[in-house]
């Protein structure tokens, strides 16, 4: 049973680049989150995906993106990077939106720095 | 604002002493807490939740957390520590429809052998 997979796990890019990171939800689940931790952070959420729809965005500016497909696999698309968005970005699925369980399951995280 | 603070960033232990962190939430509605843990080198996995009943929750690995609604506390327990549980442990709370996930900051534990 595949847990949650990112890609890639690391990368580096300069300020005003584009960065897309991907992810694939533990197998049975439908419902992809993204999380930016920085360094010595917890876990800040930016948002949920189900059904194909951003369903609840946390506090972050519209240069941040994403997108669910069909088969439930995510991607967070970054625009106009800045030094500040350098941190681990962390993928986490759920099933049916967290209501059956509660529960986050998290990949390892793409590490991205921005120089 | 919905918040989760946690007042130690950094614990260190002896194998055997007895493992108390704290979390405390600020919610403005029904909550739903969990402890997370990551293990060197491995990715979050869920260590112990509570939503609602008796509260005091077990986990994993004899780890218990008391939910104190006066105290608007959450703090995980272990009555004795070991080697193996050197990790990086964060509290986290979800309102309702779990949509959203709030972080603490986190505990690094460091058990000495």
């Known amino acids: 049973d595949a847990g949650v997979t990112q890609s890639p796990t690391h990368l580096i890019k300069t300020r005003g680049q584009q960065v897309t990171l991907r992810c694939s939800p533990k197998?049975?689940?439908?419902?992809v989150s993204w999380y930016q931790q920085a360094l010595g952070q917890g876990p800040q959420f930016i948002f949920q995906?189900?059904?194909?729809?951003?369903?609840q965005r946390g506090n972050f500016p519209d240069r941040f993106s994403g997108h669910q497909f069909p088969n439930y696999s995510s991607e967070l698309n970054v625009n106009a990077l800045l030094l500040g968005d350098s941190a681990l970005y962390l993928c986490?699925?759920?099933?049916?939106?967290?209501?059956?369980?509660?529960?986050?399951?998290f990949g390892e995280g793409s590490r991205l720095t921005v120089l | 604002a919905q918040s989760v603070s946690q007042h130690n960033h950094h614990v260190i232990l002896s194998e055997a002493a007895s493992l108390e962190l704290g979390c405390n939430y600020s919610y403005g509605g029904t909550v739903n807490l969990f402890w997370y843990v990551q293990y060197p080198g491995q990715h979050l996995q869920l260590l112990l939740k509570?939503?609602?009943?008796?509260?005091l929750v077990k986990g994993i690995k004899g780890f218990e957390a008391e939910f104190i609604k006066s105290k608007f506390s959450f703090n995980l327990r272990k009555p004795s520590v070991q080697w193996s549980d050197t990790a990086e442990y964060f509290c986290a709370g979800a309102l309702y429809n779990f949509n959203k996930f709030y972080f603490g900051s986190g505990t690094k534990l460091n058990v000495k052998p």
């Open positions: 197998s049975g689940h439908d419902t």
């Open positions: 986490a699925s759920s099933l049916d939106r967290g209501l059956s369980s509660g529960e986050l399951f």
């Open positions: 509570y939503f609602s009943g008796d509260p």
């Open positions: 995906y189900y059904e194909e729809e951003e369903r």
